[in-house]
């Protein structure tokens, strides 16, 4: 079975401090990888995927297969940055799979 | 408003109640499906359709039944529903098949009293 970890459930940054999110996962197959965003009274809507390898809002992502992990990093961290942020895995069947969830908290 | 749009946004309802939840597309995806975001748990995948045939049952409980009569529009039927059942459920769709982004709706908040 896929499962998804995001072991933090909560980081406290200081406005232009990195910021980095864990995500690890189990899936015995290849898998994609995603990055959704929730900022608050928003609805939920995609980052980044690994696929794209792609910089979005300064925010990247490597897949690291060895270590089954896919974290989420920026460099220097913005209010705006602060939102809920989901790690997910789609499986060869299009099912999603989503981590717990970090909230982010970008202090100024 | 475009994309995927949901109604009703919150919901009240007691346990002997029968109530529907709507979603609708705007995007001519072919995919669609229900989440159940709990206050506790991380997103869970309840139903998924593909050119309106179910192809995904997440063990969900008799009592939400989703009915998908066209690739726009995705319902899911609830009756005698549980306190616990109180969450959030999402609407996604998306235009299907693997590498496919799945895009959200604003959500439904169900209160069950």
């Known amino acids: 079975a896929q499962r998804v970890t995001q072991p933090e459930k909560l980081l406290s940054v200081f406005k232009g401090a990195p910021v980095e999110l864990k995500c690890n996962y189990s899936?015995?197959?290849?898998?994609?990888l995603f990055w959704y965003v929730q900022y608050s009274r928003q609805r939920l809507q995609l980052l980044l995927r690994?696929?794209s390898r792609e910089s979005i809002k300064g925010f990247t992502a490597d897949l690291n297969k060895g270590e089954t992990s896919f974290h989420l990093k920026k460099p220097f961290a913005q209010e705006e940055d602060s939102a809920m942020y989901y790690c997910?895995?789609?499986?060869?069947?299009?099912?999603?799979?989503f981590g717990g969830g970090t909230r982010v908290l970008v202090k100024p | 408003e475009t994309g995927v749009t949901q109604t009703p946004r919150h919901l009240v309802m007691g346990m002997t109640n029968k109530k529907s939840l709507k979603c609708e597309q705007h995007?001519?995806?072919?995919?669609m499906y229900w989440y159940k975001q709990s206050a506790k748990k991380p997103l869970e995948l309840m139903f998924v359709y593909n050119f309106k045939e179910q192809t995904e049952n997440n063990s969900v409980p008799s009592r939400f039944s989703p009915e998908c009569p066209n690739s726009s529009h995705l319902f899911l039927h609830l009756h005698t529903l549980q306190p616990e059942d109180s969450a959030l459920y999402l609407c996604a769709s998306s235009a299907g098949g693997l590498q496919e982004t799945q895009y959200f709706g604003p959500g439904t908040r169900l209160l069950v009293l």
């Open positions: 899936y015995s197959g290849s898998p994609e």
């Open positions: 995007l001519g995806h072919n995919a």
């Open positions: 690994h696929i």
């Open positions: 997910a895995l789609k499986n060869a069947g299009n099912k999603l799979t």
